[in-house]
């Protein structure tokens, strides 16, 4: 198993600023993912966090707004750049230790932006 | 890709009725389906998956059971309990059929456990 720690756990922004979030495993990991829910809303995935390389990001999100660094294989941090209110929402880090295996989930952090 | 899609949206039972929720997807592919349960405030934890090469499996009050012909896959809960309440996704991936395998979520289902 894997304990996930994500700070801020919340945060309210001015419109305009950046964010860094940072997620902290417990252990090594293969894996680590960054998720954008919308309250009440499902999951959707922003970006897969690769150890040495550039994040691989989905359809919807590039680098220039959401930087992602991963300098090991038991951190990652996401930054929300120049924000405006419609980037409010939770943020979740999740690793795993393969595909196909638990997905982890840190308690996310819920960002206000003003 | 792969689209996943959760019904109902939102369930009440009473505390000991049963519960079950339904996901069906789109990409024949898919071998893993987890289920995660996630309570306010906290981010989701899985409670139960299955692989397509399983019909069905069962982890106490909760089984999961899985239809690869009609591409659909549910969650039962029995004799529910009021710390059941909360919400539940279901996913799907695809990692062997040379995609990249992430999780693919259903929209939730909110469970309401009345005591």
């Known amino acids: 198993s894997a304990v996930i720690s994500q700070k801020p756990s919340r945060d309210i922004c001015q419109r305009g600023t950046s964010l860094t979030i940072q997620c902290q495993v417990d252990?090594?990991?293969?894996?680590m993912f960054w998720y954008r829910q919308q309250p009440g809303q499902s999951l959707t995935l922003i970006a897969t966090?690769?150890?040495?390389?550039?994040?691989?990001?989905e359809s919807g999100f590039v680098i220039d707004k959401f930087p992602i660094s991963r300098p090991n294989l038991t951190f990652s941090t996401l930054t929300v750049s120049n924000m405006s209110p419609e980037d409010s929402s939770i943020y979740l880090c999740?690793?795993?230790?393969?595909?196909?295996?638990?997905?982890?989930f840190g308690q996310g952090t819920r960002l206000t932006v003003v | 890709g792969e689209n996943v899609e959760q019904h109902p949206s939102t369930l009440s039972v009473q505390e000991g009725d049963s519960a079950v929720i339904k996901c069906t997807y789109s990409?024949?592919?898919?071998?893993?389906f987890p289920w995660y349960k996630q309570e306010l405030g906290k981010g989701p934890q899985l409670i139960i998956d299955?692989?397509?090469?399983?019909g069905e499996k069962k982890d106490q009050r909760i089984a999961v059971t899985l239809n690869k012909t009609a591409k659909h896959f549910s969650l039962h809960i029995t004799e529910t309990q009021p710390e059941d309440s909360a919400v539940y996704f279901c996913?799907?991936?695809?990692?062997?059929?040379?995609?990249?395998?992430?999780?693919?979520f259903g929209k939730g289902t909110k469970l309401s456990v009345k005591p």
């Open positions: 999740s690793a795993q230790q393969g595909m196909n295996t638990e997905a982890f």
């Open positions: 252990s090594q990991v293969t894996m």
């Open positions: 966090a690769n150890q040495g390389s550039e994040a691989t990001y």
């Open positions: 990409d024949s592919a898919s071998n893993y």
């Open positions: 299955i692989r397509s090469n399983v």
């Open positions: 996913a799907a991936s695809n990692y062997y059929g040379g995609s990249q395998g992430n999780l693919i």
